[in-house]
């Protein structure tokens, strides 16, 4: 899993990378097996749709997941990232978001990098944007939707929307919008369960609503460069994680070998980690 | 614009056709021109996006805008209908839908001809959707999306769905949406402006939100067979008109010259058909 100068120069050029089918089935039924048993528990983790019981995001799944854990440390995303930045990497944030049939609902234009920068003081845009797909993903099931090149503009001016879906956005005007999609259009990779996106953390991105009878559940993970961790802890803690600790690879098959991972989380999220702090511990 | 044995065949097993540029660029930017206009008017036929003032649908043009009046009367358009049906057709509802840049809402999964006959007595589903796209439809700006053979089970059972956008809706519950997509899969035709698609009053379909800087403005026609006249007028008649005569088709040239057509509403709309009545009059 060595990125090619080709890859290197689109990367650079395009702020995003694709790689279908990238986990075999075996690999992904291992993640997608253990997804109902995360959504299911009544833990501050599991954030859901404004419409109802539906789970819309999941955090932190690494620290009380086997499996997540050990797709946390796995090779094939973790050193491509490593190449990018030239540095060891740790994990700012994991998600596993829902996007359920029929309920899930739309996310809005935004860049990351926004909020790690305003909410969580992150010196710089070194922190990648990982999704991995545990569906199929098609046009009809809410994909992820990014305009090309938006990525080297830098941090764009943004408005905190809390009212459009249950989680607060910085988003980005409308007339902004029409510009960067005039230059760089829009792109929406598709492909099938197992494919993986490395995308820009000043790409703009968004998502539809899923009115399919398809589920697009995908982990989206954000493994930050070691030397530019986070200098606030405003967000709780398994929201942008305070742990900088480099990401130690596990081999190439360990999800479906049982490697041994920590799971610090296993019993309950320590009580500092639901609260926002002002000042870093 | 003579349907052929294959199309009619394809329009009883799919439920729809798709005639792709069917006008042509001039056609619809006769149209087109005349959209801010009618969207800028403050009339009832006017129903605004719950985020604001955006128009999300405008009703019954055809009564009081020249261009839109003489495309109700295209043979284009017409013709195919009455070849179907077997009989002259008369205009049910007339809409155009803004599906506005960025704030186009989603329209759920439902039948267009549940409110037909459940709110107007339309005796059988012999009325005919036609959409007309006046904006170039793609992958983001929320396309219709059908799914195919749906309309063969007739009505389904449907719950009024209040809630979801600023226009009430009978909508189709989930499970039965998921049983329908297996057999039948879902399609979204995409093409430029100009395009038209024909499909069945019973044909299951939705659409997103459009998240993209571009318009997708469309305009919705039903044509109803003259024998199968609603028998109720409980909804107002700008949204389920109560005027049966048969329309007359004017030349194939008719939006690009100036042919004379009726605007009886041009200075407001009748009292009488701002009001639901439960009596047809």
Redesign the interface.
């Known amino acids: 899993m060595k990125l090619t100068q080709a890859q290197l120069e689109q990367f650079d050029r395009d702020g995003y990378l694709f790689f279908p089918a990238l986990f075999s089935r075996p690999e992904i039924q291992v993640l997608a097996d253990a997804v109902p048993g995360l959504y299911a528990q009544r833990r501050p983790e599991n954030v859901r749709e404004k419409t109802g019981d539906v789970v819309r995001t999941n955090f932190a799944a690494h620290l009380y997941s086997a499996p997540f854990a050990r797709l946390a440390r796995h090779p094939r995303m973790v050193r491509p990232i490593e190449a990018i930045f030239g540095e060891q990497v740790y994990m700012h944030q994991f998600k596993i978001n829902g996007k359920a049939?029929?309920d899930g609902d739309?996310w809005?234009?935004h860049q990351d990098y926004g909020t790690w920068k305003n909410d969580d003081l992150m010196p710089e845009a070194r922190a990648m944007n990982v999704a991995i797909f545990l569906d199929d993903v098609n046009?009809?099931n809410?994909p992820l939707?990014f305009i090309p090149g938006s990525h080297k503009l830098g941090v764009l001016d943004a408005e905190h929307d809390t009212s459009t879906t249950s989680y607060p956005l910085w988003t980005i005007n409308?007339d902004t919008?029409?510009k960067l999609?005039?230059r760089g259009g829009?792109v929406?990779p598709k492909g099938a369960a197992g494919s993986m996106i490395l995308f820009h953390g000043c790409l703009v991105h968004?998502?539809?609503?899923?009115?399919?009878?398809w589920n697009r559940v995908s982990v989206y993970l954000s493994l930050c460069a070691v030397s530019n961790h986070i200098r606030r802890f405003k967000r709780p803690g398994y929201i942008a994680h305070r742990d900088f600790t480099p990401l130690e690879c596990l081999p190439d098959d360990c999800l479906l070998k049982e490697y041994d991972v920590p799971l610090p989380w296993k019993d309950g999220t320590p009580a500092a980690e639901l609260r926002g702090m002002l000042e870093a511990a």
Do not use: D, R, Y
């Open positions: 049939a029929f739309v809005q234009w046009e009809f809410g939707m409308h919008i029409a999609v005039e829009i929406a968004a998502s539809t609503s899923n009115l399919s009878p």
